[in-house]
C-alpha cells in the first residue's frame, strides 16, 4: 500500500442500492466497530451457507477472529457488508470482500449472504461494487475458489457480463475474469439498474391496497382530501385509513396504527405532522409497506433541524426496504383502468392518456393537473417528488421508459440530483420517447467566484442547456408552451424535416406563422408544378397559390379539405398547419370536420397535422381522427413553436450516435508523474501548474502548445528570444495573476534582443504603479504566432455536473461577448464537431470575408484530447486554452497560452 494511503473509513462508497425485487438496502464499508454485527450475522448462516464460504463448517469464531475480519485497510483489502433496520438496530446481512493478492493487479474475492437473503441480488450488487473500489485502487482482475456446489455464486459471475475463465483443480473451480468495465459490462449493469427500479415502483403505482396515515373527518384538511379522492374516483384496491381518535372515515372502518391492519399494505400515504412522521414511516417499515408517499412538510426546506428530521425518514424508510416519495410533496396518480388511484389531495383526476408528469413542485403540480384537464390532455401517470429524498427523476426516467402508458415525458423541475446519472438514463429514453423539461431555480452566484475564464462563463443556464442538448431533452420555457409541445408529440408523429405548409382563410395570421417559421427555423416549401396543379383542381377560385396558402375569406371547408389531402401526399411537405378565422360566413364546425377528415390521410402518410382555430379554446376535443386527435393552438406562433420543439426531438432521434475516441501515442503513466510532482511541490491547494508543466502535460495528451521558456531577468529574455527566433511574445510570468492583458503584462511582435528587455522592463513597472512588482516572477517568451482564428477551449468542476468542457470565441473579449457553449465530459466525436458549430461566430471558422476556412478537424481533435486528459488527470479543476490560434484548413492549430489549476 503507498505510503500516502491511510486506513481512514472511505464514507464515499457509502450506497443506496436497489436490488431485482424492487427493495433498497444500504451498503458500507466494513469498519472495525463492526465486531458484534459480523459475529451476529455469522451465528446466523446455516452450516450449509458456512460451508460454501469458508470450505469447511467453523464450529465458532472468536472476538479475536472478528476482529481480523472488521480490519480492512480499503486498499489492499476492503469489504463490504450489506445492511438492514430490524427494529431500532441494524443488522448485516452479506458481506463481500476482496484481498489483493501478490501479482498486485489481481485480488481475491469472497462473498457470504444470509440464508434468507439469497437469490434477490445482493451477490451482484457486491460484485459490481468491489470492482468499483478494485477499479480506484489498480486492481485490474478478480479471482476466486469456489465449490462446484455454489450453483447460485457461480452463475453471480457468469451472468455479470465480465469475460470469465474457470477451470476444476481437485474439489473446487478457480474462477477469474477482468474487471474492466466493458460496453457489454455497462450495459449489463444498466439493465440491471432498470429492471431493478422497474420493480421497486411496482408498488407505488400498482398497489394492491393503501394506508392513509392521518386520514381525517375534518372537511377540507389534507387527510380528508386523500381518503375522498382515493374513494370518488374508484380506486381498485383497499383502503385502511389510520386514525387512533376516530371510528370510521367517509364510512370506512379505521385502524389506529398501521401495524393494527389485518391484510397486506402495499403503499402508505403519510399525513400527519412531521414530527410524527418517523415513527410512522418505522411502523409501516415493520408492518411490510413496500412504498411510503410523504404528503407532510417541515423537513429540509425548514432548515437544519428539518434537514435532519428528513436525514432520519430516509434512513428509516432504506432500513426497512421502502421506496419513498416526497416529503412535501402532493402524491402520486395512475389513470391504468386496472387500479384508478388518485393518491393526491387535488379534487382534479385527469382523464387518462399517454403523457406522464414529474413535477418537484407541489403547488405547480395542481396548476398542472388543472392546465391537463382544460386542454384535454390525457395523463397515465403523475408524480409530485417534492424533496426527493429518495424517488428522482432518474428513477420514474427508467419506469416511463418501459411503460406501455406512457409516450411523452414532462419535468417541471427546479434543481438536478444525480446529473450525470441523469444525462445517461434520459440519453438512453430520449430516444425512445420525447422528455420535455421546463426548468427552473438559476443562479450565477457560483460561477462569478471561478478563477478561470471557463469557470466564470459556465453559467447555470449554459450549463443546463449543455445537459439538456446531450442527453436528448427538449428544453422548454414555460408551462404552456410544455402542454403544446406535449400534446402535439401525444398525438401527431414526428415531423421527418422542418418543411411546413400553411393554409389560412386570412393574409394577417398567414404573415405571422411565416415570420414565427423563420424565427424557430423551420421552411415553408416551395411547392412542386405538380402540387401547384393539384391545388388548382381543388381550389374554386382564382387566388395565388404560395406558401401560406390564402384562400381567403370565401373558402369553403370542402376546400380546406381537398387542400390538405393535397399536402399530406405531396413528399416536400413534413407538416401542414391549418388556420380558420371565425368571423366568416362558415362555422367552425363545418371546419373542424373538414380538418378531422384530412387527418386520416395525414396519419395514412405519417405526417403531422396541428390546426389553430384563432382564439378559440378546447378545439382539439373535436378534431378528432381515429385515435388521435389535431392538436388546436390558439395563436399561429404557439403552433409554429410546438411544430418546431417537435421537428428538433426528430432530428435528435435521426442523430447518429458519436463515439469517444481512443488516441493512441498517449503517455498516461508521465501525466500523471507530474501531476503527484505539483501535488508534492506544495501542501498548498489549489495549484497553478508553471507554464513547462503545462507544455509538458499538454503534450503527453497530443496537443500543440507554442514552445514556450521562463526567463527570470530581462538579459536572460533577451538571449532567450534570440534563440526561439524573431518576432517574439513576451508575457507576464506570475502564479498569483490571472488575466496577465489586465495589467499590460503581454507585449507582442518584439523583434530585437533591446525591445525584449524593455519589454520586461516595461512590464515590472506596470505592475510596480499597482503594487503587483512584487508578484512578477519572470517572463515567458514564446514564437509570436500570426493568423488564425482566436478561440478559447477550457474545462470547469462543476460541483453538480462534474467535468465540463467549453469552446467559443477567444482571445482578450472572450468574457466581453461570452460566445461560448459547453459540453458534458465525456465528448463523443459527435459532440466536439456540434460544440464548434454551437457558437454564434462559427461562421469566422468557415471563412469569413474571404479569409481562409479555419482547420476545424483538428479544433475537434484538440477537444477530444482535451477531454481524453480529464477522463485520466482527476485532479484538474480548471483549464483555460486561450488563446487557441486554429490556423487555415490542413495547418491545425496551436496553444497559445494556458493555465491549469489543480487540486
Not at 485 to 494: C, F
Not at 831 to 855: T, Y
Request: proline share 5%.
Amino acid at each position: 500500500m503507498p505510503a500516502e494511503v491511510e486506513a481512514k473509513y472511505p464514507a464515499h462508497y457509502e450506497a443506496e442500492v436497489l436490488l431485482k425485487s424492487g427493495q433498497k438496502i444500504m451498503f458500507r464499508p466494513i469498519h472495525r466497530e463492526d465486531t458484534e454485527r459480523w459475529l451476529a450475522f455469522i451465528n446466523r448462516l446455516s452450516d450449509h451457507t458456512k460451508y460454501l464460504r469458508f470450505h469447511y463448517i467453523p464450529k465458532e469464531f472468536s472476538q479475536e477472529d472478528a476482529q481480523r475480519y472488521c480490519t480492512v485497510d480499503y486498499f489492499n483489502t476492503f469489504a463490504f457488508v450489506a445492511e438492514i433496520r430490524k427494529g431500532q438496530r441494524k443488522e448485516i446481512i452479506a458481506i463481500g470482500r476482496y484481498y489483493r493478492l501478490p501479482t498486485q493487479n489481481s485480488a481475491e474475492i469472497s462473498f457470504a449472504i444470509e440464508d434468507g437473503y439469497q437469490d434477490v441480488g445482493i451477490g451482484t450488487k457486491l460484485l459490481e461494487w468491489l470492482a468499483n473500489v478494485a477499479r480506484d485502487n489498480g486492481i485490474t482482475m478478480f479471482e476466486a475458489e469456489v465449490l462446484p456446489e455454489n450453483e447460485l455464486m457461480l452463475t453471480v459471475f457468469r451472468d455479470y457480463g465480465f469475460h470469465v475463465t474457470s477451470q476444476l483443480a481437485g474439489d473446487i473451480i478457480r474462477v477469474s475474469f477482468p474487471i474492466a468495465r466493458t460496453k457489454r459490462v455497462e450495459q449489463k449493469e444498466q439493465e440491471r439498474e432498470r429492471l431493478s427500479t422497474v420493480a421497486s415502483l411496482k408498488y407505488l403505482l400498482y398497489p394492491r391496497s393503501v394506508a392513509v396515515v392521518g386520514a381525517s373527518r375534518k372537511a377540507g384538511s389534507i387527510g380528508q382530501l386523500l381518503m375522498e379522492q382515493l374513494i370518488r374516483n374508484d380506486y381498485a384496491g383497499v383502503v385502511y385509513p389510520i386514525n387512533p381518535n376516530a371510528e370510521s372515515v367517509m364510512g370506512v372502518k379505521t385502524y389506529p396504527s398501521i401495524v393494527d391492519v389485518p391484510g397486506q399494505v402495499d403503499l402508505a400515504i403519510v399525513a400527519v405532522p412531521a414530527a410524527f412522521v418517523s415513527k410512522v414511516a418505522d411502523e409501516c417499515g415493520q408492518k411490510g409497506v413496500r412504498a411510503i408517499v410523504v404528503i407532510s412538510d417541515g423537513f429540509k426546506e425548514r432548515g437544519a433541524e428539518g434537514a435532519a428530521r428528513e436525514n432520519e425518514l430516509r434512513s428509516i424508510t432504506l432500513g426497512h426496504g421502502m421506496r419513498l416519495v416526497g416529503p412535501n410533496c402532493m402524491g402520486i396518480i395512475n389513470t391504468d383502468p386496472s387500479v384508478r388511484i388518485n393518491g393526491t389531495f387535488s379534487r382534479i383526476y385527469p382523464p387518462h392518456g399517454n403523457v406522464a408528469f414529474l413535477t418537484q413542485s407541489g403547488a405547480m403540480g395542481l396548476v398542472i393537473l388543472d392546465y391537463a384537464r382544460n386542454v384535454n390532455m390525457g395523463i397515465s401517470t403523475f408524480v409530485s417528488v417534492g424533496n426527493r429524498a429518495d424517488i428522482s427523476p432518474n428513477d420514474m426516467l427508467q419506469y416511463w421508459e418501459q411503460d406501455p402508458q406512457t409516450k411523452v415525458i414532462l419535468l417541471y423541475m427546479e434543481s438536478f440530483g444525480n446529473p450525470r446519472h441523469f444525462s445517461r438514463i434520459a440519453r438512453r429514453v430520449s430516444v425512445k420517447k420525447p422528455i420535455l423539461v421546463v426548468k427552473s431555480g438559476s443562479t450565477e452566484a457560483g460561477s462569478r467566484a471561478a478563477s478561470s475564464h471557463t469557470g466564470a462563463m459556465a453559467t447555470p443556464e449554459i450549463v443546463s442547456d449543455a445537459l439538456f442538448r446531450q442527453a436528448g431533452i427538449t428544453r422548454i420555457n414555460s408551462v404552456e408552451e410544455l402542454f403544446d409541445v406535449a400534446i402535439l408529440l401525444a398525438n401527431q408523429p414526428l415531423p421527418r424535416g422542418r418543411r411546413l405548409a400553411i393554409v389560412t382563410n386570412g393574409g394577417g395570421p398567414g404573415i405571422m406563422a411565416a415570420d414565427a417559421c423563420t424565427r424557430q427555423g423551420l421552411t415553408l416549401t416551395e411547392f412542386s408544378a405538380k402540387t401547384k396543379e393539384a391545388l388548382k383542381k381543388v381550389i374554386k377560385r382564382d387566388v395565388s397559390i404560395n406558401n401560406p396558402i390564402d384562400v381567403t375569406a370565401g373558402a369553403s371547408p370542402e376546400e380546406f379539405e381537398g387542400i390538405l389531402k393535397v399536402l399530406a401526399e405531396d413528399p416536400d411537405v413534413d407538416a401542414a398547419l391549418p388556420m380558420f378565422i371565425p368571423a366568416t360566413a362558415i362555422s367552425p364546425e363545418e371546419m373542424q370536420v373538414a380538418v378531422s377528415r384530412a387527418a386520416l390521410v395525414f396519419q395514412k402518410q405519417d405526417k403531422p397535422l396541428l390546426a389553430c382555430f384563432i382564439g378559440q379554446r378546447g378545439v382539439q376535443r373535436k378534431l378528432a381522427s381515429g385515435k388521435r386527435f389535431v392538436p388546436s393552438f390558439l395563436f399561429p406562433e404557439d403552433a409554429v413553436v410546438a411544430l418546431a420543439r417537435a421537428a428538433e426531438h426528430g432530428e435528435m432521434v435521426r442523430k447518429p450516435k458519436g463515439v469517444v475516441p481512443q488516441f493512441k501515442g498517449i503517455k498516461r503513466d508521465r501525466a500523471q508523474e507530474i501531476i503527484r510532482e505539483v501535488m508534492q511541490r506544495s501542501s498548498k491547494r489549489p495549484i497553478w501548474l508553471s507554464a513547462e508543466e503545462i507544455a509538458e502535460l499538454l503534450a503527453c495528451y497530443g496537443m500543440r502548445f507554442v514552445q514556450t521558456i521562463i526567463a527570470r531577468t530581462p538579459g536572460e529574455a533577451a538571449a532567450t528570444a534570440a534563440k526561439i527566433g524573431f518576432p517574439v511574445v513576451i508575457k507576464l510570468h506570475s502564479s498569483t495573476i490571472t488575466h496577465k492583458t489586465d495589467v499590460g503584462g503581454v507585449v507582442l511582435d518584439v523583434k530585437t534582443e533591446a525591445d525584449v528587455k524593455k519589454a520586461f522592463n516595461d512590464i515590472k513597472a506596470k505592475l510596480a504603479k499597482i503594487g503587483k512588482a512584487d508578484e512578477m516572477e519572470g517572463v515567458t517568451i514564446q514564437r509570436y504566432v500570426t493568423g488564425g482564428v482566436e478561440a478559447i477551449v477550457g474545462v470547469t468542476q462543476n460541483p453538480t455536473f462534474g467535468p465540463l468542457i467549453m469552446f467559443g470565441l477567444g482571445g482578450v473579449y472572450a468574457e466581453l461577448f461570452k460566445d461560448v457553449a459547453l459540453r458534458l465530459h465525456p465528448l463523443t466525436d459527435l459532440d466536439a464537431s456540434e460544440l464548434i458549430e454551437s457558437i454564434k461566430a462559427v461562421k469566422l471558422f468557415d471563412g469569413f470575408r474571404g479569409a481562409p476556412p479555419a482547420d476545424k478537424a483538428a479544433l475537434a481533435d484538440l477537444l477530444l484530447r482535451l477531454s481524453t486528459m480529464v477522463e485520466d488527470v482527476k485532479e484538474i479543476a480548471e483549464l483555460d486554452l486561450n488563446p487557441v490560434k486554429v490556423m487555415p484548413q490542413g495547418e491545425g492549430y496551436w496553444v497559445v497560452d494556458a493555465r491549469i489549476m489543480v487540486k
